[in-house]
């Protein structure tokens, strides 16, 4: 065998070894987790799995008939991945809006009837019924409709904000109750 080619695998073979040794000597050297004592937050640790039951979420009004919970992350906080759920009462109407970020929508409950456009039109709402998921594109601009009480769930990265394409047809919290519509 040619001298040259043998040195340079030995030599390869001991870069990989060396590498080898080094990454598990690395592994083992890693700190242990702790364990949280009881003064602790239950906040998720960095390296920790994190595991919210749907009875500990809190809600929040965002419009008459809907409410929001976060459910991990904070879609508040720029560039930040965050999981949302927003529960809607029968009959709620979304009027037309826009995000400034991608939206991505997982119907948990119900179905949740949506359509793009400036203004609500319900010839073109399509229904999502549970198990649906639909991504809609920053900028794009959309409306809804939700039938029997809905919970969707929304993930992506903050800021997650609401553009109004109409902010007048937007119902506050505090008004009187949606009235769902009588069915044929």
């Known amino acids: 065998m040619n001298k040259k080619w043998m040195r340079t695998s030995c030599v390869a073979a001991s870069a990989i070894a060396l590498l080898t040794v080094g990454a598990y000597s690395q592994q083992k050297s890693a700190p242990e987790p702790t364990q949280k004592d009881s003064t602790q937050k239950d906040a998720p640790q960095k390296d920790s799995h994190t595991i919210v039951h749907a009875r500990d979420l809190q809600w929040t009004p965002i419009m008459k008939g809907c409410d929001v919970a976060q459910v991990a992350g904070d879609y508040n906080v720029a560039g930040a991945p965050f999981v949302a759920r927003i529960r809607c009462a029968d009959g709620a109407k979304i009027p037309a809006h826009w995000h400034p970020t991608d939206e991505n929508i997982t119907v948990l409950r119900g179905t949740?009837?949506?359509?793009?456009?400036?203004?609500?039109?319900?010839?073109?709402?399509?229904?999502?019924?549970?198990?649906?998921?639909?991504?809609?594109?920053?900028?794009?601009?959309?409306?809804?409709?939700n039938r029997g009480e809905t919970v969707v769930q929304i993930h992506g990265s903050g800021p997650f904000k609401v553009n109004w394409v109409n902010p007048s047809e937007v119902i506050p919290p505090d008004a009187a109750p949606a009235t769902p519509k009588p069915k044929p």
């Open 112 to 145: 949740f009837l949506m359509a793009m456009g400036e203004s609500y039109d319900e010839a073109k709402l399509q229904p999502m019924p549970a198990g649906t998921f639909a991504l809609i594109p920053k900028g794009m601009r959309h409306f809804a409709l």
